[in-house]
């Protein structure tokens, strides 16, 4: 059995490479045999020390998910969602998306991708079917699709 030292040690570590949720280091923290009171004192500390903050790590994961997954704010709500944040933490994040970036964005999603289909309506259709499953809303795809 390990040490709450050399737990924390990990932990610490776990969290400093990368900014980590709540839930993610309850998960890690899960894999280790030690009392729930324990496990409960390790995340006070973390975010007590600043290694551990859901809203930062929200508007981390919005910026990151858009400019270099692509991902729209559907995608990305959803990802949030599961990962255990609260609906303000994540209304929070999203308000802060740029809605010019945001559409630069859907435009380069759109232009980037190769469809051979030459009836221009199934074309479009594609396009718009691809960019949903990316997470971006329906109407803006649409009207975006139209302006292409």
């Known amino acids: ?8 040690k990990k932990v610490l570590h776990y969290c400093a490479y990368q900014d980590r949720c709540t839930h993610e280091v309850r998960t890690k923290l899960a894999s280790f045999d030690m009392p729930d009171s324990e496990k409960d004192k390790f995340l006070k500390l ?3 020390e600043g290694y551990l903050d859901d809203e930062r790590y929200a508007s981390t994961f919005v910026r990151s998910k858009i400019h270099l997954k692509k991902w729209g704010v559907n995608k ?3 990802a949030l969602k599961m990962k255990g944040l609260s609906d ?3 209304s929070n994040a999203l308000s802060e998306i740029d809605p010019e970036i945001y559409k630069e964005e859907l435009i380069k999603v759109l232009k980037a991708k190769k469809i051979n289909e030459t ?7 594609k396009l718009a079917q ?15 699709v139209k302006n292409l």
């Open 76 to 78: 990305i709500k959803m």
């Open 88 to 90: 303000e933490i994540i």
């Open 130 to 144: 691809y960019a949903k499953q990316k997470g971006y809303e329906p109407g803006l795809v649409w009207e975006t």
């Open 46 to 48: 973390l975010v007590d």
């Open 1 to 8: 059995m390990e040490t709450n030292d050399a737990i924390l």
């Open 119 to 125: 009836d221009p309506y199934k074309r479009k259709a």
